[in-house]
């Protein structure tokens, strides 16, 4: 149980991949304007990844090593998550066509997204079984999740700052996202 809460821990706070690790800006950049679009991102994340990670990992496990094919495993993995990505997007456009609007092009994008990769990628790389890659794999979305939330909170109330010119918009994000990855090297001696 101590691995398991070291695993969550670690990957929410210490090794977050936005704020620690820099992987999945440009969607991080891109949703966080408003929290309700940051939050419809982060929850489409935290989908993809996981049911990314589970079958990417049947795919290492069960096709590539078998087959000692390993070579493939980029190219897979990434037409794992182009497949799970569209599935998301038919879905959103159905159940919620508001929120598809407003993710606009960042939903299919997420299919580039590095975070995803990166997550399906390290699950394999540190040798997790089935369990320990679904902790890491929702981990890492919720430490996803939390990053463009706080991000949004903040951006909105920059709208209505006085932030000069030179600033506005993306530039602002940046030094933002720049200085909440400072605040959350605090947490590296958790783990």
Not at 76 to 99: D, Y
Request: net charge neutral; aromatic share 10%; hydrophobic share 55%.
């Amino acid at each position: 149980m101590e691995g398991i809460f070291s695993i969550i821990i670690g990957t929410i706070f210490v090794n977050n991949y936005v704020l620690g690790q820099f992987l999945g800006i440009c969607p991080t950049i891109g949703v966080t304007k408003k929290v309700e679009t940051a939050t419809g991102m982060g929850l489409a994340v935290i989908f993809v990844i996981t049911l990314a990670s589970i079958i990417t990992w049947f795919v290492q496990y069960y096709i590539l090593d078998i087959f000692n094919i390993g070579y493939l495993q980029t190219i897979t993995f990434i037409l794992v998550i182009a497949a799970l990505v569209q599935m998301v997007e038919m879905v959103l456009k159905k159940v919620s066509p508001n929120l598809y609007s407003a993710l606009g092009v960042y939903l299919p994008l997420i299919t580039t997204n590095c975070v995803v990769l990166g997550v399906a990628i390290k699950n394999i790389d540190n040798g997790y079984n089935l369990f320990e890659t679904i902790v890491y794999s929702i981990s890492a979305s919720v430490g996803f999740l939390i990053a463009l939330i706080i991000l949004a909170s903040i951006r909105e109330r920059l709208e209505t700052s006085d932030v000069p010119k030179a600033f506005k918009g993306v530039p602002i994000a940046l030094v933002t996202l720049g200085l909440m990855a400072i605040a959350f090297m605090g947490f590296a001696g958790l783990v």
